[in-house]
């Protein structure tokens, strides 16, 4: 009987031994994948993308990565534009991955494969790729215009054409090393020029808003050629809106050697013989066509003495360069001029974008000053009446002006 009992404990203290040992084993089986240590060695089939790491010392990996990354990153991704190929490397292209997510993704998963996804430096790969793709780029060409027989003709834009490097970026960024493409077509995109045909529509002109016609005698053959000079050099100009007309500075000065002829002026109260007699004509033409535009005068000075190819009030004398007159292009439009001398006729016109408001004149003589021989001066208010389509009047005063009997 007392064997027996013996020989139970044997047995009970037997099993007891092989349950601990077996919890043991079980407990080594069952471990973390995470408890690697600095010094652990990699277990097998533990890769970063294509880079065997198995049997390796958990430490050293970092280097064999480091190294496997740059050769990985040296490798050249050709750009194919047209059949034209340009080799890239993601190295050029600032892109990089990320070796501590790398180790963390080793020690945490051993014996798996880990990826290696790519990040790239938008503002490296951009100024890579533009360097790189430069000899793609079309450049835009603006919106135009130009005048064919007082016609405005338009020419609508071309915008330039640029390497859309974002898709190229988006075929390599988020990719797995392993998964990069060995060529990229290049696609151009649209970048639209400076200049729409928006922005020279603006510009348009469609008609005359402004002309004006005076006479002159085609016997006095030295003021004609002064006249017609002058005419010639404002025929043609074009003012921007916003810009600023100057006589004096489209004109020029008035010399023997362009041409200018001495006929009669007026110089204190009378008329004397001096260069480019006749100018003041054209520049008192313009100023009324320009007023009849509703343009907005800057600068303008009468005549000392009244004048005959205009009326009291609507003359304009210049003499260069301290007398002028100035005017600004207050419209949205182009104005363009155009001057005619034809058969003892100057015309000026004055093309701009028309609009339902017409303009005239209006005269108040306020004093009549008599001088010796029968000449006469005058003291004169003028002022300016728009009226829209509905027949609404909008009067605004522009000067009054002192003339002298001649002398």
């Known amino acids: 009987m007392k064997e027996y009992r013996f020989r139970n404990n044997k047995i009970f203290f037997l099993t007891l031994g092989l ?8 407990a080594t089986v069952l471990a973390p ?5 600095s010094g652990s ?3 097998r089939g533990t890769k970063v993308e294509d880079l065997d790491l198995s049997g390796v010392n958990y430490t050293a990996s970092e280097k ?12 050249k991704i050709i750009l194919d534009y047209n059949k034209v190929e340009i080799p890239v490397s993601l190295q050029d292209l600032g892109a990089e991955i990320d070796k501590a997510k790398i180790l963390a993704d080793i020690k945490n998963n051993p014996g798996q494969i880990i990826k290696a996804t790519v990040r790239i430096d938008n503002v490296k790969a951009n100024q890579t790729l533009k360097v790189k793709l430069a000899q793609f780029e079309q450049p835009a060409i603006d919106a135009t215009y130009k005048i064919e027989n007082n016609k405005f003709l338009m020419t609508d834009s071309i915008p330039a054409r640029i390497p859309s490097n974002d898709k190229i970026i988006k ?8 998964q990069m493409p060995k060529r990229i077509e290049v696609t151009l995109m649209n970048d ?6 928006k922005t020279v529509k603006d510009l348009a002109f469609d008609g005359v808003i402004g002309e004006f016609s005076t006479n002159f005698s085609v016997e006095e053959e030295n003021r004609t050629v002064n006249l017609a000079l002058a005419s010639t050099a404002l025929d043609k100009k074009e003012i921007k809106p916003g810009d600023i007309f100057s006589f004096n500075g489209t004109v020029g000065e008035r010399t023997l050697d362009k041409g200018y002829k001495i006929a009669k002026i007026i110089k204190d109260d009378r008329y004397v013989e001096d260069i480019g007699g006749g100018v003041c004509q054209v520049s008192s033409t313009l100023y009324n066509a320009v007023i009849l535009a509703n343009l907005q005068i ?29 005017f600004k292009n207050n419209t949205g439009s182009l104005i363009y001029i155009r001057t ?15 609009t339902d408001k017409t303009v005239q004149f209006k005269h108040q003589i306020q004093k009549v000053i008599k001088g010796r021989a029968g000449a006469k001066g005058y003291v004169v208010k003028t002022w300016k009446i728009v009226k829209d389509s509905q027949g609404r009047e909008i009067e605004t005063f522009l000067n009054l002006d002192v003339y002298k009997p001649a002398s």
Do not use: F, M
């Not at 349950?19 to 079980?26: D, K």
């Not at 005619?340 to 004055?350: A, D, E, F, K, R």
């Open 192 to 197: 639209q020029a400076q200049s729409g045909i």
């Open 41 to 43: 060695v990699l277990p």
């Open 298 to 326: 800057l600068e303008r000075v009468p005549h000392e003495v009244p004048v005959t190819y205009v009326p009291l009030g609507q003359d304009a004398t210049v003499y260069y360069p301290t007398v002028d007159l100035k």
């Open 64 to 75: 064999l990565i480091e190294k496997w990354q740059q050769s990985k990153l040296a490798q």
């Open 33 to 37: 994948k995470n408890n690697l240590t």
């Open 19 to 26: 349950i601990i040992v077996s919890s043991i084993g079980c």
């Open 340 to 354: 005619n001398v034809q058969s003892g006729v100057l015309t000026v016109q004055l093309y701009g974008k028309k």
């Open 171 to 178: 075929q390599i960024e988020g990719k797995n090393l392993n």
